[in-house]
């Protein structure tokens, strides 16, 4: 079935040092939508990017993605982390195809801890 | 605007006892529903979703039950609560499959 791994359950960072979460899945469906959410402390997880355009660089509040199809990979980057960056990051996969019905996957979540 | 209300925020409940969790949305006209389970450490975890009143699909078997009695709401319940139920329980909706998910405040279940 579908899948999304995230290798790091932990990050620990310190502030202005680039961020790099990993993120591949599986699926059978030729049309993957990927995304990444965050979870703050004792927050509902918000929608931080998402794509399906393979190749193709988002961007949103200084986070980036590109979902790569050939490596089924959609790897969260930041140039430089800063402290409220520290949140609970999921990568989740849905299917455009819609023979999945409306499933959304879930990664197990990485945790990132930024330093002063 | 769109908002997304969950009830109650906490809850702490016995072992065997029922529950019945709640969810409205408002400002948005057949979204599509979703409850999920967030165990205490653990990853998000789909439970149920409805596309249309009176339609649920179960996607995860965790002795719970879902309803859509009218199209802006969306209620999880089970007659007795296990231990394994204690967790962060998230109501979302979106537009269409594979779109943006928008997720409640969640409610804290803790069984006793």
Redo the contacts between chains.
Sequence with gaps: GDSVTQTEGLVTLTEGLPVMLNCTYQTIYSNPFLFWYVQHLNESPRLLLKSFTDNKRTEHQGFHATLHKSSSSFHLQKSSAQLSDSALYYCALSDLGGSSGNKLIFGIGTLLSVKP | AQTIHQWPVAEIKAVGSPLSLGCTIKGKSSP?L?WYWQATG?????LF?S?TVGQV?S?VQLNLSASRPKDDQFILSTEKLLLSHSGFY?CAW?LD??T???????TRLTVV
Aim: hydrophobic share 35%.
């Design positions: 599509n979703y653990g990853t998000l975890q789909q979703y596309i699909e996607v998230l979106s499959r594979a943006e998910v928008f997720f409640g405040k969640g």
